[in-house]
């Protein structure tokens, strides 16, 4: 009875679909040790809300310290590749990160 | 580092129809006419997928894509879980578009899956499996999987569970953690035992106030001591003649992915208050204070969107509101005018029941009720269904509204906002084209 998930096809390296950028295999090495990028790609979030995010990681989900340099990139790399606005209309992902609960031609409330 | 590229069916399919045809769906075409399917069991996995029969699949050519999966942008699956979509692969957490939950109760196929943590192994052998209660006990007590059946009363009963999360995508500003749509939520028939008479069993103190669950599953950082999620409920709810300690679902043990060999089923209530892998319950004269019970709250008054709320100032989700499905037909269905269109799907409403279920084509100006069927037991969803007549040719949003026992209703709009996006019960809708 194992538990398991065919990936349709492997090819070569792409970061788990994360966006490539200053900062990402440090993102890689801190927060893909325990899940996976599919996570981090449906948030989008603050600065702040990252480093909020950050610290929860570190007080109850295993996460290790991280010095002062290595979390600037970090934050830097989230802010800019998973903001509130930063990416939803670019790069080729776009399908998977503007997940739109409401794929119709009415939004629900537009206003 | 072992990157994976994610692929799209139709990719696969363009550059080798009949190898994605073995790889994905154990299908080989019969040699001749290159057509049909040489074993039956390619065939029951593609119509899983798609969520119904292929009327004609004798005559299905190899290698070809049904639209209905074409159309998604699934690019990955898991064993046992064909047509869900994987919102995360570590931990697993999938949920099948709406028109998957059709069925009048959920095969474990279609189930959605959420997991906080990692299943345990395999070897986990259910005739070694115990568990514990302990606690605010007179009489603390182990159980192997056979003390349980021998000394409690079986039960059979269809309930619903819903990810307190389902609807989380439909927040703005976005709101942190898996981003379901409308499928986490599941209408199943469990087997197994009233928590309750395992709970009196073990003779209850009168201190009792709250229930406290641990599971088998593995933290994602591997790090034994800390669990990965340890939920529990009001004793009142424990006691309920419907929460069951259960290890059968539509009549096959549980799978893995959905707790084996033992699970705990609070109906109703967010599904994290239905922990998998049950190893321990400890009664509590407090609330608990487990791993992830400070989530799954939502604020005590409504917030503006966006705003912090301090944890005093939210209050722990019990019953899930009153929600329901369209799950026949699929959205983006086209008609013929003139002719009546059959729609049916599923109701809820936690603890409650659904009293009325209603429809518009008129982007809510005029409603139509549907017929309603009563639940089966206390805690089952209900099946509706509607016949409905287009006026005229031209693009419908079918949407449906639900109203409980108490006379509330499911919203039109995206309701309360919340930091954590729980609870998003609005309605839900198809397009329809009528030519």
């Known amino acids: 009875m194992l538990v398991t998930i065919t990936v349709v096809a492997q090819e070569e390296t792409n970061y788990q679909g994360l966006p490539t950028g200053e900062g990402i295999m440090l993102v890689l090495e801190s927060c893909t040790a325990c899940h996976s990028a599919d996570i981090i790609l449906q948030n989008h979030m603050s600065r702040k809300a990252w480093e909020v995010t950050i610290a929860l990681m570190q007080k109850e989900r295993g996460m290790g310290k991280l010095n002062k340099r290595d979390k600037k990139i970090i934050l830097d790399y989230l802010s800019k590749f998973q903001g509130m606005d930063s990416d939803r209309s670019s790069s080729k992902t776009i399908r998977r990160r503007n997940n739109p609960m409401y794929d119709f031609d009415y939004r629900p409330n537009p206003l | 580092m072992a990157g994976k590229r994610e692929r799209g069916l139709w990719e696969l399919y363009t550059k080798d129809p009949e190898k994605a045809d073995a790889e994905i769906w154990d299908r080989k075409p019969k040699p001749l006419s290159r057509r049909g399917f040489l074993k039956k069991t390619g065939l029951a996995t593609m119509a899983l997928a798609i969520g119904s029969q292929i009327p004609f699949f004798r005559n299905m050519p190899g290698g070809f894509i049904p639209l209905a999966l074409a159309e998604t942008d699934q690019k990955r699956i898991i064993e046992g879980k064909e047509g869900l979509i994987i919102l995360n692969d570590r931990p697993i957490n999938a949920e099948p578009p709406a028109h998957l939950l059709d069925e009048e109760f959920t095969s474990n196929v279609n189930h959605f899956v959420r997991n906080n943590g990692l299943p345990p192994k395999e070897e986990n052998n259910a005739n070694k499996w115990t568990f514990s209660v302990e606690g605010e006990v007179h009489k603390p007590m182990q159980f192997s999987l056979g003390d349980l059946k021998n000394k409690f009363k079986h039960h059979i009963y269809a309930l619903q569970m819903e990810c307190g999360g389902n609807g989380r995508a439909g927040y703005y500003p976005p709101a942190k953690g898996n981003q379901w749509k409308f499928g986490a939520v599941a209408c199943s028939k469990y087997k197994g035992v009233r928590l309750g008479d395992v709970l009196k069993a073990a003779q209850l103190k009168d201190s009792v106030i709250y229930t406290g669950y641990y599971g088998a599953d593995l933290h994602l950082s591997k790090n034994p001591d800390i669990a990965s999620i ?206």
């Open chain 2, 230 to 435: 340890s939920r529990g409920t009001p004793i009142s709810k424990a006691l309920d003649d419907y929460t069951l300690i259960a290890w059968e679902m539509n009549g096959k043990p549980l799978p893995v992915l959905h707790g084996f060999p033992l699970r705990i089923v609070s109906p109703g209530w967010p599904g994290s208050t239905s922990p998998k892998w049950l190893k321990k319950i400890v009664i509590r004269d407090r609330i608990h204070d487990g791993m992830k019970m400070d989530r799954y709250r939502v604020p005590k008054y409504p917030v503006k969107p966006g705003t912090s709320v301090p944890l005093e100032d939210m209050d722990i989700i019990e019953s899930m509101p009153v929600k329901s499905l369209i799950t026949n037909p699929q959205t983006g269905i086209n008609i013929k005018q003139g002719k009546k269109l059959k729609i049916r799907g599923h109701a809820w409403a936690g603890d409650r029941f659904v009293q009325m279920v209603h429809v518009s084509i008129d982007f809510g100006q005029t409603w139509q009720q549907a017929n309603l069927k009563q639940p089966v037991n206390p805690y089952a969803w209900q099946n509706w269904n509607a016949n409905i007549k287009f006026p005229r040719k031209g693009y419908y949003e079918v949407w449906v509204r639900a109203t409980d026992n108490k006379g509330i209703m499911q919203p039109m709009v995206v309701p309360g906002w919340n930091p954590s996006g729980y609870i998003n019960n609005a309605m839900h809708r198809i397009a329809v084209t009528v030519s």
